[in-house]
């Protein structure tokens, strides 16, 4: 069973920057992981995903350029750095972490272990 905790969502203007954090309970080395969001009325889609070593990554086309998704597998943390929020980014925040594969990528339905969410709010 592995727990996912997000922290760092808050409300920023426009332009502004915000970075979120998940701590894992077991060894994020051991698990492929991405973010997610899901806007009111939405559906839940990909953010960012990051192979097991880090050394891969995948963003959706919306925030390519302003977001960095990274890991620090010692502190068994994974980040996003967000800069330049749009009011678009608005949304409920999920890490996932999947133990099956080493890249999971953009696909909700593969992972197996889901964070509360944090929520992050920008305003224009």
């Known amino acids: 069973q592995v727990q996912l905790v997000e922290s760092g969502g808050g409300f920023v203007q426009a332009g502004g920057s915000l970075r979120l954090s998940c701590v894992a309970s077991?060894?994020?080395?051991?698990?492929?992981m991405g973010w997610f969001r899901q806007a009111p009325g939405k559906e839940r889609d990909v953010v960012a995903a990051i192979s097991r070593r880090g050394e891969s990554t995948y963003y959706t086309d919306s925030v390519k350029g302003r977001f960095t998704v990274s890991k620090d597998n010692a502190k068994n943390t994974m980040y996003l750095q967000m800069n330049s929020l749009t009011p678009e980014d608005t949304a409920v925040y999920y890490c996932?972490?999947?133990?099956?594969?080493?890249?999971?990528?953009?696909?909700?339905?593969?992972?197996?272990?889901w964070g509360q969410g944090t929520q992050v709010t920008v305003s224009s």
């Open positions: 996932a972490a999947d133990p099956e594969r080493y890249f999971t990528g953009s696909s909700p339905s593969l992972y197996g272990y």
């Open positions: 077991g060894r994020t080395s051991n698990y492929a």
